[in-house]
């Protein structure tokens, strides 16, 4: 199974120009992401802009989808709870780690909370109710929260980090001037790409998930060299893995692959299910591969993604016609697929499509070390793993009574719980009320 306490990256529903500059006339971000949609795809952010939302509407709801509690019910019936402190915030973006969740709003100011687990020395995160962070500066505009850190991206493209042994965040000088447009963090490193499309990466490098070439730490941001061409568009990470999604709609991968969840293929070819251990940390594992960006080997009949999604051992990426791909450990329902006989490995080990999602219109997914949430374009919400103590192998459609005629934006999935943005007609009487997670 995966390691607890991984972080995840989300992506945001983006307003038509940057709420925090409304004299720029689109976030570069939006730009960077939009790169790989070509005319008549189907992009996250394409997507979610079809829905049209009076802002007052808008509400974060939190369901509770530990593994270990079991409190937050089945997919069919949540127990949704409404966090009363975020009313009125207008979130356009959330993100979360094991220790905290955070929640960006339209003004660009953020707002950080704990998790049950204190196991962390973060100030911001010691409160369970949402708390303004202070000395972030004028406008924030992109939000990743990871174990050991959380980044901001400001209005003029800066980064902010604030570490577990910091009182203030601080600026990255390495980025500065850069204009940063995307993040991403994982367990004990970051991403960030920049408008010109290069990457950099940081932090811990022990099973090569920065991409360096090689196994090293490194504290301050580096450059990370790819083929010759390759712009990034967008970045994600969790646990020892980083993906990047490039302009021309491809993902590379990088960092750990003890459960298959970089999406390379064997490394001898094809092995034989016969010839194949039953557990996968057993298996060769290219250490010279692993360490740099190589493509994920996507089903031939997938053009384009448009975007990806990454958990600690598995992946998960939209195809430019809605498909949804996933690829890596198969343990507790995390591909999306049912377990079929194989003839050869590389069934397992490469992406494949999603069958029961091919007609649902993905258009956004966030990933947890246990489960995948896919929102489409016209508001539903899709689930599908490990839940509390559900199994879901194939997808399920999130139901409920509570939130029967809400509107979902956008979300994030930790291994604590799954966060939603979502328009509801009628907020009050959606769940729990208490929102002390």
Partial sequence: GAPN???????????????????????????????????????????????????????????????????????????WRLNEHLV?????????????????????????????NQEHSFEFARSRKPKLLKGVGDGVT????????????????????????????????????????????????????????ALYAWGKG????????????????????????????????????SFVLTADGRVLSCGNDDSAQ???????????????????????????????????????????????????SHGAAISDDGRVISWGSPDDGRLGRPPVARATFESHRLPQVIRDLSDKDISQIVASSGHTVGFTSTGGMWLWGKVGPELYPRPVKVGGEALADAV????????WFTLAVAAVPSPGGTGDENDDG
């Avoid at 959330?94 to 950080?112: I, K, P, T, Y």
Wanted: include cysteine.
């Fill in 206 to 241: 022990e099973e090569g998930q920065l991409g360096t070439g090689d196994f090293a730490d490194t504290d301050t941001p580096e450059h990370i060299s790819l083929d010759e061409g390759v712009l990034v568009a967008s970045v994600s990470a969790a646990g020892q893995v």
């Fill in 262 to 312: 970089l999406g390379h293929g064997p490394v001898n070819g094809p092995v034989k299910a016969a010839e194949a251990s039953a557990d996968l940390e057993e298996l060769e594992i290219d250490m010279e591969k692993v360490c740099v960006f190589n493509p994920v080997k996507l089903p031939k009949s997938v053009d384009r993604i448009t975007h990806v999604a990454c958990g600690a």
């Fill in 142 to 197: 992109k939000v990743a929260a990871g174990d050991d850190r959380l980044l901001l991206v400001t209005s003029k493209g800066d980064v902010m980090q604030w570490t577990d042994c910091d009182f203030e965040p601080s600026l990255l000088p390495e980025l500065g001037g850069l204009r940063v447009v995307q993040i991403a963090c994982g367990e004990a490193h970051a991403l960030a790409c920049v408008e010109s499309g």
């Fill in 408 to 415: 979902f934006l956008h979300g994030s999935a930790t291994e």
């Fill in 88 to 116: 009125g915030r207008d979130v356009v973006q959330l993100s979360g780690a094991s220790f905290f969740n955070v929640a960006l709003d339209a003004r660009g100011e953020v707002h950080c909370w704990g998790t049950p």
């Fill in 5 to 79: 306490h991984q972080p995840y990256i989300c992506y945001h529903y983006c307003p038509a120009t940057n709420p925090a500059d409304p004299a720029d006339p689109a976030d570069p971000a939006d730009a960077a992401g939009a790169a790989p949609d070509a005319p008549g795809s189907r992009g996250a952010t394409a997507g979610m802009q079809a829905l049209s939302v009076g802002e007052g509407l808008r509400r974060v709801y939190m369901w509770d989808t530990n593994v270990e509690s079991g409190n937050g019910g089945p997919a069919s019936e949540p127990r």
